[in-house]
């Protein structure tokens, strides 16, 4: 247990610190607020000077953690203790704190997945530099406006008032405050009154999700001038990585051999070992594909699966034609997403689900199809709508089923009853796809589970099986058109403005005409489970029916035996049709669906381990084909593309790992 430092011998009796109060506060040339030594008795009469060698109240006294102060903090605020840890430190975070003390660095950036208690370690780490005298203030800055009152609340609970009222105009805050709270652009707007407020005192500076600070160069440049010359710099981030070469401010990138830049966090907590640890929810995937069809410019109408490998235009118009509101695709998404919820709540009562949309047109719809799915109304948050924020805190501490949302819950908001999701946004960068993810992993109670519903796309189903790989941000790496996958233009637009983008459901070059949803597989620590293409309504339903709190081992066993009853039911299925196939003398069929089957698993496979590996289809076939013999996959037997899927499977497992 960590114990502060005693300030010097045993003081003799004082008065309680509450019967003093701070010297009123006077001004500077440079603007700042600062006050006169000593302190003021509230009838205004000044108290002694203090006796050397004799300990004067603090405005952190130095005690244990444990009492009414940060270190009194559940370990992820608010109420999402890891079991047995309530009450005191999780492990991550005394190891953060311990390897933060025994350096003492300038700048600290701290890792940590979402969920993990980031907020409470660095408010812990808050309270330890001001009671040490090392800092006298601290200055927090987030993405989003709802974060930096969430963040002024969690200080308050740790008796550290932080200001998120503070506004440019004021230049100056309040002597009541320890400091305040400022949104990446605000910062931006006005450097110069953030770069007083930082340099007037010794001063903390608490970048949060930092790696925002490229997000555009007035930004990243705002911050490095802002907070230039401040004492201490502690960057947190659940996402240490971005998609493009913008370089986060404060963060150290250690040169490589190929030429390229990787960025070091000083501490890092990923989501394996936060899983591990029981500190997260394990997160079950549902995918769905579909056949879709939608009508060209040209006026020629064109049809794909949702899941089967094409051209990335036409991945991307069979996925846009997929989160059309007017299809029956989201609307059967919506609904199965509703009856696991259903399921979840019988053992999580206020248990609740979230849709994740591309714009505002979408989210409003999605949110009627869910109104005439449930009989309930959804709450719609929409960042530039007044009254979001509250939205969503009535949604947190309520019991209503679902939420939709454009981009204010995709990020650092704290929901911890989400339980369910569905994605049906065409976003696909890694970073928004985990700050995503993140809403739904922390962890309340023993055996909470996520449910995540995604298009199968490859796209997605690669991010899914990456999920407990722990990434770093990259400078000066070669770029390809599809890194990144598909629409995240639309997606940059949504977040900054929120615009209805009719141009993705009406554009002349598009045109949704149909929509049909299939289960396809569930994606569970990086394997997959089901029948895929052949996957039947019972299956999904089997699925669905998962009881809503399971161990991360339970889930896992679960998924694997019903995995075996989906084969034993296969064969038993195919054991039939080929007996009614030789009673007819029409054997050939049967074999016909089992090599079209495995083909299409296989293709699958293969896409998904193209985007793991960066390689192009045609060249995994082609090392498939060395590795397992045989000819081309049009000319191969039902053995030969069984064991190249067994192959590339395990390529996909070990890759991960």
Same mark, same amino acid.
């Given at each position: 247990?960590?114990?502060?430092?005693?300030?010097?011998?045993?003081?003799?009796?004082?008065?309680?610190?509450?019967?003093?109060?701070?010297?009123?506060?006077?001004?500077?040339?440079?603007?700042?607020?600062?006050?006169?030594?000593?302190?003021?008795?509230? =009838?205004?009469?000044?108290?002694?000077?203090?006796?050397?060698?004799?300990?004067?109240?603090?405005?952190?006294?130095?005690?244990?953690?444990?009492?009414?102060?940060?270190?009194?903090?559940?370990?992820?605020?608010?109420?999402?203790?890891?079991?047995?840890?309530?009450?005191?430190?999780?492990?991550?975070?005394?190891?953060?704190?311990?390897?933060?003390?025994?350096?003492?660095?300038?700048?600290?950036?701290?890792?940590?997945?979402?969920?993990?208690?980031?907020?409470?370690?660095?408010?812990?780490?808050?309270?330890?530099?001001?009671?040490?005298?090392?800092?006298?203030?601290?200055?927090?800055?987030?993405?989003?406006?709802?974060?930096?009152?969430?963040?002024?609340?969690?200080?308050?609970?740790?008796?550290?008032?932080?200001?998120?009222? !503070?506004?440019?105009?004021?230049?100056?805050?309040?002597?009541?405050?320890?400091?305040?709270?400022?949104?990446?652009?605000?910062?931006?707007?006005?450097?110069? #009154?953030?770069?007083?407020?930082?340099?007037?005192?010794?001063?903390?500076?608490?970048?949060?999700?930092?790696?925002?600070?490229?997000?555009?160069?007035?930004?990243?440049?705002?911050?490095?001038?802002?907070?230039?010359?401040?004492?201490?710099?502690?960057?947190?981030?659940?996402?240490?990585?971005?998609?493009?070469?913008?370089?986060?401010?404060?963060?150290?990138?250690?040169?490589?051999?190929?030429?390229?830049?990787?960025?070091?966090?000083?501490?890092?907590?990923?989501?394996?070992?936060?899983?591990?640890?029981?500190?997260?929810?394990?997160?079950? !995937?549902?995918?769905?594909?579909?056949?879709?069809?939608?009508?060209?410019?040209?006026?020629?109408?064109?049809?794909?699966?949702?899941?089967?490998?094409?051209?990335?235009?036409?991945?991307?118009?069979?996925?846009?034609?997929?989160?059309?509101?007017?299809?029956?695709?989201?609307?059967?998404?919506?609904?199965?997403?509703?009856?696991?919820?259903?399921?979840?709540?019988?053992?999580?009562?206020?248990?609740?689900?979230?849709?994740?949309?591309?714009?505002?047109?979408?989210? @409003?719809?999605?949110?009627?199809?869910?109104?005439?799915?449930?009989?309930?109304?959804?709450?719609?948050?929409?960042?530039?709508? =007044?009254?979001?924020?509250?939205?969503?805190?009535? !949604?947190?501490?309520?019991?209503?089923?679902?939420?939709?949302?454009?981009?204010?819950?995709?990020?650092?908001?704290?929901?911890? @009853?989400?339980?369910?999701?569905?994605?049906?946004?065409?976003?696909?960068?890694?970073?928004?796809?985990?700050?995503?993810?993140?809403?739904?992993?922390?962890?309340?109670?023993?055996?909470?589970?996520?449910?995540?519903?995604?298009?199968?796309?490859?796209?997605?189903?690669?991010?899914?099986?990456?999920?407990?790989?722990?990434?770093?941000?990259?400078?000066?790496?070669?770029?390809?058109?599809?890194?990144?996958?598909?629409?995240?233009?639309? #997606?940059? @637009?949504?977040?900054? +403005?929120?615009?209805?983008?009719?141009?993705?459901?009406?554009?002349?070059?598009?045109?949704?005409?149909?929509?049909?949803?299939?289960?396809?597989?569930?994606? !569970?620590?990086?394997?997959?489970?089901?029948?895929?293409?052949?996957?039947?309504?019972?299956?999904?339903? =089997?699925?669905?029916?998962?009881?809503?709190?399971?161990?991360?081992?339970?889930?896992?066993?679960?998924?694997?035996?019903?995995?075996?009853?989906?084969?034993?039911?296969?064969?038993?299925?195919?054991?039939?049709?080929?007996?009614?196939?030789?009673?007819?003398?029409?054997?050939?069929?049967?074999?016909?669906?089992?090599?079209?089957? #495995?083909?299409?698993?296989?293709?699958?496979?293969?896409?998904?381990?193209?985007?793991?590996?960066?390689?192009?289809?045609?060249?995994?076939?082609?090392?498939?084909?060395?590795?397992?013999?045989?000819?081309?996959?049009?000319?191969?037997?039902?053995?030969?593309?069984?064991?190249?899927?067994?192959?590339?499977?395990?390529?996909?497992?070990?890759? +991960?790992?």
């Amino acid at each position: 247990m960590f114990t502060l430092p005693s300030r010097g011998p045993a003081a003799s009796p004082r008065p309680d610190a509450s019967s003093y109060r701070r010297a009123p506060p006077v001004r500077r040339a440079h603007g700042a607020r600062v006050c006169r030594a000593g302190l003021h008795r509230p =009838d205004g009469s000044r108290a002694p000077a203090p006796t050397p060698g004799v300990e004067w109240p603090a405005v952190h006294p130095p005690i244990e953690f444990g009492n009414a102060s940060a270190r009194d903090l559940p370990p992820a605020y608010p109420r999402r203790a890891a079991r047995g840890t309530a009450g005191r430190l999780r492990a991550w975070q005394r190891e953060a704190l311990e390897l933060y003390l025994e350096r003492q660095p300038r700048d600290f950036l701290a890792a940590a997945t979402p969920g993990a208690g980031k907020t409470t370690f660095a408010l812990q780490l808050a309270a330890i530099l001001l009671d040490r005298g090392i800092v006298e203030r601290v200055l927090v800055v987030a993405p989003t406006e709802h974060l930096k009152h969430q963040w002024a609340e969690a200080a308050a609970r740790a008796h550290i008032p932080l200001d998120p009222a !503070f506004r440019n105009a004021d230049h100056v805050f309040g002597a009541q405050w320890t400091g305040i709270t400022a949104t990446y652009a605000q910062v931006a707007a006005n450097v110069a #009154v953030h770069k007083a407020l930082a340099e007037a005192r010794r001063t903390l500076v608490i970048l949060d999700e930092v790696h925002h600070g490229g997000d555009a160069l007035s930004w990243g440049d705002a911050i490095r001038e802002a907070y230039g010359n401040a004492t201490r710099r502690v960057c947190l981030t659940g996402t240490p990585f971005r998609s493009d070469d913008a370089m986060i401010p404060f963060v150290t990138y250690e040169p490589q051999p190929d030429g390229t830049k990787i960025s070091r966090a000083d501490y890092s907590y990923g989501y394996a070992r936060a899983l591990a640890d029981g500190v997260v929810r394990p997160v079950i !995937f549902l995918t769905y594909a579909g056949n879709m069809r939608w009508r060209s410019r040209s006026g020629d109408e064109m049809s794909a699966d949702l899941a089967a490998p094409a051209t990335k235009d036409i991945i991307a118009q069979a996925w846009r034609t997929a989160l059309d509101p007017r299809g029956d695709w989201i609307a059967s998404v919506l609904r199965a997403a509703n009856a696991r919820l259903t399921q979840v709540r019988r053992g999580v009562p206020d248990a609740g689900g979230l849709v994740i949309a591309t714009d505002q047109t979408q989210a @409003r719809a999605y949110a009627g199809i869910l109104r005439e799915i449930t009989g309930e109304s959804a709450t719609i948050v929409l960042s530039d709508e =007044d009254g979001a924020s509250e939205r969503i805190e009535r !949604f947190a501490a309520g019991t209503q089923r679902w939420m939709v949302a454009v981009r204010m819950v995709s990020e650092g908001v704290d929901v911890p @009853r989400l339980s369910v999701g569905v994605y049906a946004t065409s976003a696909s960068t890694p970073l928004f796809f985990a700050q995503v993810i993140g809403r739904f992993v922390r962890a309340r109670r023993r055996g909470e589970t996520a449910t995540i519903f995604l298009p199968s796309v490859p796209t997605l189903v690669h991010l899914a099986h990456e999920l407990e790989v722990e990434r770093d941000h990259v400078l000066g790496a070669p770029r390809h058109a599809d890194d990144d996958g598909l629409d995240d233009e639309l #997606v940059e @637009r949504a977040n900054e +403005r929120e615009r209805a983008s009719d141009a993705l459901l009406d554009g002349a070059d598009f045109e949704p005409l149909e929509a049909q949803a299939a289960f396809d597989r569930v994606l !569970f620590e990086g394997d997959e489970f089901g029948s895929g293409p052949e996957a039947d309504s019972l299956e999904e339903q =089997d699925f669905l029916g998962f009881p809503g709190l399971l161990e991360p081992d339970q889930v896992r066993q679960l998924l694997r035996s019903h995995q075996d009853e989906i084969s034993r039911r296969r064969q038993r299925s195919a054991g039939q049709a080929e007996s009614s196939a030789a009673a007819s003398d029409g054997e050939g069929e049967a074999m016909f669906r089992r090599v079209k089957r #495995v083909r299409g698993e296989l293709n699958r496979a293969v896409s998904v381990w193209a985007q793991m590996s960066g390689e192009s289809h045609a060249s995994v076939h082609s090392r498939l084909r060395r590795v397992s013999g045989g000819p081309a996959v049009a000319q191969a037997d039902l053995h030969q593309l069984e064991q190249r899927l067994k192959t590339v499977r395990g390529w996909m497992r070990r890759g +991960r790992r």
